[in-house]
């Protein structure tokens, strides 16, 4: 972590962790040594937000109607925002306070954001949620691998196409480091946008054919049916803008932290832009006869209302766009194959270095191969029992999402800056705080029974 000049003696040191203001709370300018401008940071941000949670987005108006799915993405594109700032908070009232010691306490991943607030029980807590969420994530990019080879080749199911593809899988997991693919992620960011771009595009031009309808009202909700349905909603929203999880690292990068609040927010209007677009372009263009893998909807159209409501998908006789199908699902699998080793090293990586397993997987002992190969297998595992990625990426993001975005940010902070006697949030600060918990609480409560509902009746 890049920390300001260390002061001339203990009593400056004495004075400015007493006081009531600290530098973040401010605008003061402190000299930091050369990193990644703001607008570096805002791009960074961007690229790791932008994800699979895109092909997840357009469904959910389904489920929550026009009107509560917009106010959803609203409230918990502020929730997970504000979560952040209060994390940037924290992580410098933490390396501020320890810069008299320079590196090691510095706070450069969310492991050691944990570690600052609460010692070990901080790091393990954080790195077990962490560890869950990314094989939640890794068994997501299985299960739309799969259903993007069936679209793409056909021929076999979906669960066919995991277990042919489990065998990558495992061999991915062998790769001693990712470098390689890691030099692939510009490419991979190509290829989420294009097939943004294309689900916008294409959704606005067939929703022209529906217009014609006899009661084209019928086609779009306005407000959910349940309630309780709004537990899936809010939960894939959480999914979907996480990124409180990179605060640290993407900040210890930065040439002065104190404009990471700039770049943060930047970032992170410039994705509730991009997805608004993605939601409501493609829940307008497809409405409740929508099919679970979008790229289906964007490669055939049914020929009338009654197709549209009542006739299987594959019984459709309306214009079809194969080739678009196959486009689509290529930019979808170069995307995930690009992806899914990076998300797999998370897991390897933190079992690797945390102190409690680092003895038992050493790097290139047989029995990190061994583990490698049983974290695999338990995502293919995971695949095979929820089928659906939409379905799976909500219940991951329902448990994961609140801890891990708003739970974690905010109580880590608080407790690092009560710590270090930094200035507390204001009352007014603290009530949205308040608002955030209870939000979270009910997408931890609500979003899990409404995922695991839904998984359950399809089986």
Not at 44 to 55: F, T, Y
Not at 87 to 101: E, L, Q, S
Not at 217 to 243: C, R, S, Y
Not at 385 to 413: E, H, M, R, Y
Request: with cysteine; proline share 5%; hydrophobic share 50%.
């Amino acid at each position: 972590m890049r920390v300001p000049d260390e002061p001339s003696s203990e009593e400056e040191w004495s004075e400015e962790e007493s006081g009531t203001v600290q530098p973040w709370d401010s605008d003061d300018e402190l000299d930091f040594t050369p990193g990644m401008p703001w607008w570096q940071a805002t791009f960074s941000l961007v690229v790791v937000v932008i994800g699979v949670g895109v092909m997840a987005l357009p469904q959910l108006p389904m489920k929550g109607g026009w009107w509560m799915s917009i106010l959803s993405m609203l409230v918990c594109f502020m929730a997970i925002m504000e979560s952040g700032i209060a994390m940037w908070k924290g992580v410098m009232a933490g390396n501020h306070a320890g810069a008299k010691d320079l590196a090691p306490k510095a706070i450069v991943s969310y492991e050691d954001f944990g570690k600052a607030a609460f010692g070990k029980t901080g790091e393990a807590l954080v790195l077990l949620m962490m560890m869950l969420y990314f094989l939640g994530v890794v068994a997501s990019f299985g299960v739309l691998i799969a259903e993007e080879l069936e679209n793409l080749i056909g021929h076999i199911s979906k669960k066919e196409w995991l277990l042919a593809f489990a065998p990558v899988m495992i061999f991915m997991s062998q790769l001693p480091n990712v470098t390689a693919v890691a030099k692939m992620t510009p490419l991979a960011v190509l290829c989420i946008l294009i097939l943004v771009s294309v689900i916008i595009s294409k959704s606005v031009l067939d929703a022209q054919r529906w217009q014609a309808w006899p009661d084209p009202a019928k086609l779009h909700t306005d407000w959910p049916e349940d309630p309780m349905a709004m537990g899936t909603v809010v939960a894939t929203m959480f999914g979907a803008f996480g990124v409180n999880g990179n605060v640290p690292s993407i900040l210890c990068e930065m040439k002065d932290p104190m404009e990471f609040p700039f770049a943060y927010k930047t970032a992170m209007t410039i994705v509730l832009l991009i997805y608004l677009a993605v939601m409501c372009c493609g829940y307008y263009g497809y409405g409740d006869f929508m099919q679970p893998d979008i790229v289906k909807s964007l490669s055939s159209f049914p020929a009338t209302e009654e197709q549209a409501l009542d006739v299987k998908f594959d019984d459709w006789t309306g214009p079809k766009a194969l080739i678009l199908r196959g486009v689509c699902a290529a930019l979808l699998l170069i995307k995930l194959i690009i992806g899914l080793p990076l998300n797999m090293m998370v897991i390897y990586y933190s079992l690797q270095t945390y102190e409690g397993t680092k003895d038992w997987f050493p790097a290139q002992s047989v029995a990190n191969k061994i583990m490698r190969v049983l974290v695999a297998m338990i995502a293919i595992v995971i695949g095979l029992v929820v089928t659906q990625f939409n379905k799976l990426f909500a219940l991951v993001a329902s448990v994961c999402g609140p801890i891990l975005q708003c739970f974690l940010p905010l109580f880590l902070s608080y407790k690092i800056r009560k710590k270090h006697g930094a200035r507390m949030s204001s009352w007014v600060r603290r009530v949205a705080h308040a608002l955030i918990v209870l939000l979270s609480l009910y997408c931890l409560t609500m979003g899990f029974y409404d995922s695991v509902q839904a998984i359950t009746e399809k089986a």
